[in-house]
């Protein structure tokens, strides 16, 4: 194990299972509010990510743990139940319910930010000569990722962008994505039920996924420059 892999299952790896747990809890949640008790039963409407590895556990367990050791970063996926007839009857709440995840993991988005330009302005951190997903700042002592502050600094940075890849990925108008179920907001109820409808067949899910992860990344770069902007405004990185 070298030592991106290792930095990947100390800082990626948590930071997934905790952001994962949010964006279902808060599906959870949402449902519970909106009178679908399934997740609930289920245990979901929890912040403990063991309901969630429970009903996941190569999403939630396996997979990021995997990837952490092998390619530097974690990925994998979780769901949280519905009650499929709740959604017929109540759309608008079943979209509330879909939009609650990614608004999850944009809020833990924000909470990361705020802590980085709250230590840039007390002068923990500084901006690195090179930014990178997991080095958005560096220790202002040392100029570098090293001591506690360098290690703070990367945390909320793997943090930080792990939230908003995670948060703007599952907005894809796509099914089986959020996106598709949160378009019920906006589109009149009839198409919003038959793209909910869609979304439950397996093989249109599938091209939707197969589309969405081969159109993502193109957006993931201008994501990470408006962040970096937002963080570093003034400051200049090729």
Same mark, same amino acid.
Request: net charge positive; hydrophobic share 55%.
């Given at each position: 194990?070298?030592?991106?892999?290792?930095?990947?299952?100390?800082?990626?790896?948590?930071?997934?299972?905790?952001?994962?747990?949010?964006?279902?809890?808060?599906?959870?949640?949402?449902?519970?509010?909106?009178?679908?008790?399934?997740?609930?039963?289920?245990?979901?409407?929890?912040?403990?990510?063991?309901?969630?590895?429970?009903?996941?556990?190569?999403?939630?367990?396996?997979?990021?743990?995997?990837?952490?050791?092998?390619?530097?970063?974690?990925?994998?996926?979780?769901?949280?139940?519905?009650?499929?007839?709740?959604?017929?009857?109540?759309?608008?709440?079943?979209?509330?319910?879909?939009?609650?995840?990614?608004?999850?993991?944009?809020?833990?988005?924000?909470?990361?930010?705020?802590?980085?330009?709250?230590?840039?302005?007390?002068?923990?951190?500084?901006?690195?000569?090179?930014?990178?997903?997991?080095?958005?700042?560096?220790?202002?002592?040392?100029?570098?990722?090293?001591?506690?502050?360098?290690?703070?600094?990367?945390?909320?940075?793997?943090?930080?962008?792990?939230?908003?890849? $995670?948060?703007?990925?599952?907005?894809? !108008?796509?099914?089986? +994505?959020? =996106?598709?179920? @949160? *378009?019920?907001? &906006?589109? %009149?109820?009839?198409?919003?039920?038959? $793209?909910?409808?869609?979304?439950?067949? !397996?093989?249109?899910? +599938?091209? =939707?996924?197969? @589309? *969405?992860?081969? &159109?993502? %990344?193109?957006?993931?770069?201008?994501?990470?420059?408006?962040?970096?902007?937002?963080?570093?405004?003034?400051?200049?990185?090729?």
């Amino acid at each position: 194990m070298n030592s991106e892999n290792l930095l990947a299952l100390v800082l990626w790896f948590p930071a997934f299972l905790f952001s994962t747990t949010v964006h279902e809890a808060a599906h959870a949640w949402v449902a519970l509010r909106g009178g679908d008790r399934t997740a609930y039963l289920g245990g979901q409407v929890s912040l403990s990510p063991l309901p969630h590895i429970k009903r996941e556990p190569i999403g939630m367990l396996l997979v990021p743990l995997v990837t952490s050791l092998t390619q530097g970063w974690a990925m994998g996926w979780a769901s949280a139940p519905y009650d499929p007839g709740w959604a017929e009857r109540y759309p608008r709440r079943a979209a509330w319910m879909a939009a609650a995840g990614p608004a999850g993991n944009f809020c833990l988005a924000l909470g990361a930010f705020l802590l980085l330009k709250g230590g840039l302005a007390l002068g923990w951190f500084m901006a690195p000569q090179r930014v990178h997903f997991d080095q958005l700042v560096v220790s202002a002592a040392t100029g570098t990722p090293a001591g506690w502050a360098g290690f703070a600094g990367m945390a909320l940075s793997v943090l930080l962008m792990l939230n908003v890849i $995670l948060g703007a990925f599952n907005l894809v !108008p796509l099914p089986p +994505l959020d =996106g598709a179920a @949160v *378009a019920g907001l &906006v589109l %009149p109820e009839n198409a919003a039920r038959s $793209l909910r409808n869609l979304a439950r067949t !397996p093989g249109f899910s +599938l091209v =939707g996924l197969i @589309v *969405a992860w081969n &159109v993502f %990344p193109f957006l993931v770069r201008p994501l990470f420059s408006l962040v970096v902007d937002l963080l570093h405004p003034g400051q200049y990185y090729h």
